[in-house]
């Protein structure tokens, strides 16, 4: 099958060959629905998965590439709704069709009809022509999940899968947490399958098969991580680290190398400025050569560019270090904001390794702002970053590299290879530019709000993005913009994005959070979600597999005969289907029907096995065909010839003929006729009812033991079973009988109280209710007490009627319901009164003394129209040395009064109630002061002179500070908390 198509310009990036077409990709293809997409031929041949990891290294290296332009096509509209689809060869596993892929003939799609990623009987499918093409037509508007059987090695392993070929396109994430846990994680760099995750105090080294986690502590604060470096050929490793630490009480700052399993950290450079690498920025291209910016003593000073150089000691040389560090000054200064981006931060070096054919390149960058506008529309100053390229071989700028980013305000990623730069813009969205084009834009690409990263050699960017509808990765195609995956991520186990990493395949990923690292896998095969919007929608999809080796189609007998009987299923086991089918490639087979049989129905089971049906009364010869598929290749058909033997026909249907029975129906009743229908006459049977209420009697259906309940059942089904004598055929048979519905005694009544409040009138008191079987009945409620009245099925006090809680703090009332159909029902209610506070008319004192030198001393309580006030009123006193506690008047706890300074104290006390419902009232008194016998006496323990409940040395020391402080004499000055009058004489010795 193949369409024609218009041609349509797009600017996109290639990496190999000449333009070609490509079909419009289909956005979020596993997540949502697919838009149009498909891809025209081209030549090629299948690669392994390994071969992809070989060719991704290869594509790593070598010679930076210039974009190309190629062209997209859509495909052609058709008048039904449809769905049309191709299948192509993803050699290089980059979810995208090259034009050295082809697409794949005889793969089999079918809509999941149920969702279940397994393909059931009676769901549609298609096999993929010459060109590697398939169609569904026909189709009703709605939601279509399509799929592609046997594609996932995944699956292999648990005998579901082909081995031979692997779903890329569309595939969903295995996610797992990593093994390891941190705090405030600074950054993180992939070498090998080695995770460096570096902290303030240490250096976390994570395997990231899962196996094993160190730590390495650091003995100084880390600022930030510049490169990982391996020695392939000794096996060893290291990482390169900034910091600060501290040098006789001074702070210092340095770049240190910490070997694995090493010594301990080896300090490369030394400054004595403690601000030098406070917030660093540093970059190493992977042949290991950078920068790291040694910033000012001030914020206004430039940074002097410094520059690195790592080296490694080869396998025959037996001397020197196996990975060595030289940090060398240069004359170069930059602005203390410069931010600096190489094209990856995992080296690996040994002394064998050829110098590259190109140095790399390291980014420079600093904020700036750039004036835009004109003279007529006026002028604006927006941020911008200041750019540059630094050759790290030469160890200077590369001349006419500098440009203004107008919008930018970060660098995000580099990939020197492609020669492609990330930044942030201002607004958040994430700008893709062409280094070597001048910095020229590329795409913008919005909702990406968190880290971001080039998977390097596939020209495609991974970003995390995060907001209130969930947390996702999602891979962008450099060479269109377009999305090729989007993934949902949970991101419990390892809280806050970090930064995401590509690893050492285009479908491996990791995201280190702030205390954790997620692995993402994308190696699910998933669904296309095709939506159908119209009757006359057409719609495309694309699948990519990753092909390995040879396949071989599954081998089958070509002709089985077998025999079935009149009216009678045929089934032919899956064992036994099996035996006529061989595969060399030991995949999973799909039994697939190629033809359908002429007098019957053929289906197959979950488990394999063959059904047939003959057409009802049919006897004499029928066939079908049935066919195998590996997920590759189809086998020739096995053609069945079935011979269909006459049998003698059991009865098609048992008939009732009889009216409803009256749901209070007891004792034996005729409930009506049973016809039996069979097209043999003349026919004898034994008719029994599965019921034990029920049985039939010469044609009657009896009830024979009664009280039947409407509310519980106002249907009965009857399975009537019986046994053809002449057919020599049990049958049996569903017969419905309707119950007639009568009515019911009320059961309960009862009331939802709600609190009333006395003196209240008119209001709402409590909601009636009954329990009675029967629905839809209206049941009306009355009341005994003239005071009460019901509105609908709701209680209440009349208009002008109260209760006075005084003399009736309890009502009880008789509710009575009626169902209108002669059962009435009465119940007992009892309503609580609640007292409700009235207004005060007098407020007074039950004590008007109080005594002196004594702190914190009782006057009396407040009483309240002679009651001691309750919590529902506010009680203040104006007088400040005063306060009421509960309904009790008294001095503070830290205060006393004399006699000699005032023999009565005049004070207001107020009192209002809670709720403000009435107003205060205020009552003025005179408090005498009573003359203290024993002031500065402790009437309990004389002893005990500070009052504290217990004798030590420190009660004679108050006794000794006091006379120092006032000498011997009367009592009088000092605190009246203390006891200094031991003796009770009134004098202090």
């Given at each position: 099958?193949?369409?024609?198509r218009?041609e349509?310009?797009?600017?996109?990036?290639?990496?190999?060959g000449?333009?070609?077409?490509?079909?419009?990709?289909?956005?979020?293809?596993?997540?949502?629905?697919?838009?149009?997409?498909g891809?025209?031929?081209?030549a090629?041949?299948?690669?392994?998965r390994?071969?992809?990891?070989?060719?991704?290294?290869?594509s790593r290296?070598?010679?930076?590439?210039?974009?190309?332009?190629?062209?997209?096509?859509?495909?052609?509209?058709?008048?039904?709704?449809?769905?049309?689809?191709?299948?192509f060869?993803?050699?290089?596993?980059?979810?995208?069709?090259?034009?050295?892929?082809?697409?794949?003939?005889?793969?089999?799609?079918?809509?999941?009809?149920?969702?279940n990623?397994i393909?059931?009987?009676g769901?549609s499918?298609?096999?993929t022509?010459?060109?590697?093409?398939?169609?569904?037509?026909?189709?009703?508007?709605?939601?279509?999940?399509?799929?592609l059987?046997?594609?996932?090695?995944?699956?292999?392993?648990?005998?579901?899968?082909?081995s031979?070929?692997?779903?890329?396109?569309p595939?969903?994430?295995i996610?797992?947490?990593?093994p390891?846990?941190?705090?405030?994680?600074?950054?993180?760099?992939l070498?090998?399958?080695?995770l460096?995750?570096?902290?303030?105090g240490?250096?976390?080294?994570?395997?990231?098969?899962?196996?094993?986690?160190?730590q390495?502590?650091?003995?100084?604060e880390?600022?930030?991580?510049?490169?990982?470096?391996?020695?392939?050929?000794?096996?060893?490793?290291?990482?390169?680290?900034?910091?600060?630490?501290?040098?006789?009480?001074?702070?210092?700052?340095?770049?240190?190398?910490?070997?694995?399993?090493?010594?301990?950290?080896?300090?490369?450079?030394?400054?004595?400025?403690?601000?030098?690498?406070?917030?660093?920025?540093?970059?190493?291209?992977?042949?290991?050569?950078?920068v790291?910016?040694?910033a000012?003593?001030?914020?206004?000073d430039?940074?002097?560019?410094?520059?690195?150089?790592?080296?490694?000691r080869?396998?025959?040389?037996?001397?020197g270090?196996p990975?060595?560090?030289?940090?060398?000054?240069?004359?170069a200064t930059v602005?203390?904001?410069?931010?600096?981006?190489a094209?990856?931060?995992?080296?690996s070096?040994?002394?064998?390794?050829?110098?590259?054919s190109?140095?790399?390149?390291?980014?420079?960058?600093?904020?700036v702002?750039?004036?835009?506008?004109?003279s007529?529309?006026?002028?604006?100053?927006?941020?911008?970053?200041?750019?540059?390229?630094?050759?790290?071989?030469a160890?200077?700028?590369?001349?006419?590299?500098?440009t203004?980013?107008?919008?930018?305000t970060?660098?995000?990623?580099f990939?020197?290879?492609a020669?492609?730069?990330?930044?942030?813009y201002a607004?958040?969205?994430?700008?893709?530019?062409?280094?070597?084009?001048?910095?020229?834009?590329?795409?913008?690409?919005?909702?990406?709000n968190?880290?971001?990263?080039?998977?390097?050699g596939?020209?495609?960017?991974?970003?995390?993005?995060?907001?209130?509808?969930?947390?996702?990765?999602?891979?962008?195609?450099?060479r269109s913009g377009?999305?090729l995956?989007?993934?949902?991520?949970?991101l419990e186990?390892?809280?806050?994005?970090?930064?995401?990493i590509s690893?050492?395949?285009?479908?491996?990923?990791?995201?280190?959070?702030?205390?954790?690292v997620?692995?993402?896998?994308?190696?699910?095969?998933?669904?296309?979600?095709?939506?159908?919007?119209?009757e006359d929608a057409s719609?495309?999809?694309?699948?990519?597999?990753?092909v390995?080796g040879?396949?071989?189609?599954p081998?089958t007998?070509p002709?089985v005969?077998?025999s079935?009987?009149?009216?009678?299923?045929?089934?032919?086991?899956?064992?036994?289907?099996a035996?006529?089918?061989?595969d060399?490639?030991?995949?999973?087979?799909?039994?697939?029907?190629?033809?359908e049989?002429?007098?019957?129905?053929?289906?197959?089971?979950?488990d394999?096995?063959v059904?047939?049906m003959?057409n009802?009364?049919y006897?004499?010869?029928?066939?079908?065909?049935?066919?195998?598929?590996?997920?590759?290749?189809?086998?020739?058909?096995?053609?069945?010839s079935?011979s269909v033997?006459?049998?003698?026909?059991?009865?098609s249907?048992?008939?009732?003929?009889?009216?409803?029975?009256p749901e209070?129906t007891?004792?034996?009743?005729?409930?009506?006729?049973i016809?039996?229908?069979?097209?043999?006459?003349?026919?004898?049977?034994?008719?029994?009812?599965?019921?034990?209420?029920?049985?039939?009697?010469?044609?009657?259906?009896?009830l024979v033991?009664?009280?039947?309940?409407?509310?519980h059942?106002?249907q009965?089904q009857?399975?009537?079973?019986?046994y053809?004598?002449?057919?020599?055929q049990?049958?049996?048979?569903?017969?419905?009988?309707?119950?007639?519905?009568?009515?019911?005694?009320i059961?309960?009544?009862y009331a939802?109280?709600?609190?009333?409040?006395?003196?209240q009138?008119g209001?709402?008191?409590?909601?009636?209710g009954?329990?009675?079987?029967?629905?839809?009945?209206t049941?009306?409620?009355?009341?005994d007490?003239?005071?009460f009245?019901v509105?609908?099925d709701e209680?209440?006090?009349?208009?002008?009627e109260?209760?006075?809680?005084?003399?009736?703090?309890?009502?009880?009332?008789?509710?009575?319901?009626d169902?209108?159909a002669?059962?009435?029902?009465?119940?007992?209610?009892?309503?609580?009164?609640i007292d409700?506070?009235?207004?005060?008319t007098?407020?007074?004192?039950?004590?008007?003394?109080v005594?002196?030198?004594?702190a914190?001393?009782?006057v009396?309580?407040?009483?309240?129209?002679g009651?001691?006030?309750a919590?529902?009123y506010?009680?203040?006193?104006?007088?400040?040395?005063?306060e009421?506690?509960g309904?009790?008047?008294?001095?503070?706890?830290?205060?006393?009064?004399?006699?000699s300074?005032?023999?009565?104290i005049e004070?207001?006390i107020?009192?209002?109630d809670?709720?403000?419902?009435?107003?205060s009232i205020s009552?003025?008194?005179?408090?005498?002061?009573?003359?203290?016998?024993?002031?500065f006496?402790?009437?309990?323990?004389?002893?005990?002179?500070?009052?504290?409940g217990?004798?030590t040395?420190?009660?004679?020391?108050?006794i000794?500070?006091?006379?120092?402080?006032?000498?011997?004499?009367?009592?009088?000055?000092g605190?009246?908390?203390y006891?200094?009058?031991?003796?009770?004489?009134?004098?202090?010795?």
């Open positions: 099958m193949r369409t024609d218009n349509m310009g797009s600017r996109r990036r290639s990496t190999t000449d333009n070609a077409n490509e079909i419009s990709r289909a956005v979020d293809a596993a997540m949502s629905g697919s838009g149009n997409c891809v025209p031929d081209a090629g041949a299948p690669s392994s390994g071969d992809r990891a070989n060719q991704k290294s290869q290296s070598g010679q930076r590439r210039k974009r190309r332009l190629i062209f997209e096509s859509l495909g052609q509209r058709r008048v039904l709704a449809v769905i049309t689809g191709a299948v060869n993803d050699a290089d596993g980059s979810m995208r069709q090259d034009p050295t892929e082809i697409r794949l003939e005889s793969r089999l799609a079918f809509i999941d009809s149920n969702d990623a393909l059931d009987s769901e499918y298609a096999i022509d010459a060109d590697g093409q398939f169609q569904f037509d026909n189709l009703d508007p709605g939601t279509y999940p399509v799929r059987f046997n594609t996932s090695s995944g699956q292999a392993s648990s005998g579901r899968g082909s031979g070929q692997r779903q890329t396109y595939t969903g994430a996610q797992s947490a990593l390891t846990s941190f705090e405030a994680p600074i950054d993180a760099v070498a090998g399958d080695q460096n995750v570096l902290t303030a240490s250096l976390h080294q994570i395997n990231t098969s899962g196996t094993r986690t160190s390495i502590p650091l003995g100084f880390a600022t930030g991580l510049v490169a990982a470096v391996s020695n392939p050929a000794l096996g060893v490793s290291a990482s390169m680290i900034v910091g600060t630490f501290d040098e006789l009480g001074e702070g210092r700052s340095g770049i240190w190398l910490v070997r694995s399993g090493g010594d301990g950290p080896q300090l490369l450079h030394y400054s004595p400025n403690p601000h030098a690498f406070s917030s660093p920025s540093a970059a190493v291209g992977a042949d290991g050569k950078g790291v910016i040694e000012g003593e001030n914020s206004e430039s940074g002097t560019v410094l520059a690195v150089q790592v080296t490694a080869s396998a025959e040389n037996t001397t270090e990975i060595s560090v030289q940090v060398t000054p240069t004359n602005p203390s904001n410069t931010q600096v981006l094209s990856q931060t995992s080296i070096l040994s002394g064998n390794d050829s110098t590259p190109i140095s790399s390149r390291t980014v420079f960058a600093w904020p702002f750039a004036t835009t506008g004109t007529q529309t006026g002028f604006q100053s927006i941020p911008a970053l200041k750019t540059s390229l630094w050759s790290n071989g160890g200077s700028w590369i001349e006419g590299s500098e203004v980013i107008v919008g930018a970060e660098l995000v990623s990939d020197d290879q020669g492609l730069l990330a930044v942030r607004e958040g969205d994430l700008g893709i530019l062409d280094v070597d084009a001048g910095f020229a834009p590329l795409h913008q690409l919005s909702g990406v968190g880290p971001s990263t080039f998977v390097t596939e020209e495609a960017i991974a970003s995390i993005r995060t907001n209130v509808d969930g947390d996702m990765l999602i891979l962008h195609d450099i377009e999305v995956a989007r993934q949902p991520l949970d186990s390892i809280g806050q994005p970090v930064s995401v690893g050492a395949t285009f479908d491996s990923y990791l995201l280190v959070g702030d205390s954790g997620l692995s993402i896998e994308l190696e699910q095969p998933v669904a296309h979600y095709v939506q159908l919007n119209r719609q495309s999809i694309l699948f990519g597999l990753q390995d040879e396949n071989q189609a081998q007998r002709h005969e077998v079935a009987i009149e009216d009678h299923r045929l089934t032919i086991d899956a064992s036994e289907i035996s006529l089918v061989t060399a490639n030991h995949d999973r087979l799909v039994s697939l029907i190629v033809q049989p002429q007098n019957g129905e053929v289906t197959i089971s979950p394999g096995a059904r047939y003959p009802q009364d006897n004499g010869p029928d066939s079908f065909a049935i066919g195998f598929h590996d997920g590759q290749s189809e086998s020739q058909p096995i053609q069945f079935v033997a006459a049998q003698p026909d059991a009865p249907g048992i008939r009732f003929r009889g009216d409803a029975i209070h007891e004792g034996r009743y005729e409930v009506g006729t016809e039996i229908d069979d097209v043999d006459l003349n026919n004898h049977y034994v008719l029994n009812v599965l019921d034990s209420r029920f049985q039939v009697e010469n044609g009657k259906l009896i033991d009664g009280g039947l309940n409407y509310e059942e106002h009965i009857l399975t009537l079973a019986g053809d004598n002449e057919a020599g049990y049958f049996s048979h569903d017969i419905i009988i309707l119950v007639e519905d009568e009515n019911d005694p059961d309960e009544v939802d109280l709600v609190p009333l409040a006395e003196n009138q209001v709402f008191v409590a909601t009636l009954a329990i009675d079987e029967d629905e839809g009945q049941i009306t409620f009355s009341v007490d003239p005071r009245e509105i609908g209680l209440w006090l009349k208009p002008g109260s209760i006075d809680y005084e003399t009736e703090s309890v009502v009880v009332l008789n509710i009575t319901a169902d209108n002669g059962s009435t029902a009465t119940t007992e209610i009892r309503v609580s009164i409700v506070p009235e207004a005060v007098q407020i007074s004192l039950s004590n008007e003394t005594l002196e030198f004594e914190g001393a009782t009396g309580d407040v009483l309240l129209d009651v001691p006030a919590d529902s506010r009680l203040t006193v104006d007088d400040p040395r005063f009421i506690d309904s009790e008047l008294k001095l503070l706890d830290d205060q006393w009064v004399r006699r300074a005032a023999e009565q004070l207001t107020t009192a209002q809670n709720n403000a419902n009435f107003d009552g003025t008194f005179v408090i005498e002061v009573l003359p203290n016998e024993t002031p006496h402790n009437d309990d323990d004389p002893y005990d002179v500070d009052g504290n217990v004798v040395p420190r009660d004679a020391l108050a000794i500070n006091y006379l120092n402080l006032y000498g011997p004499g009367p009592v009088g000055p605190d009246p908390g006891g200094y009058d031991v003796n009770g004489d009134g004098q202090v010795t």
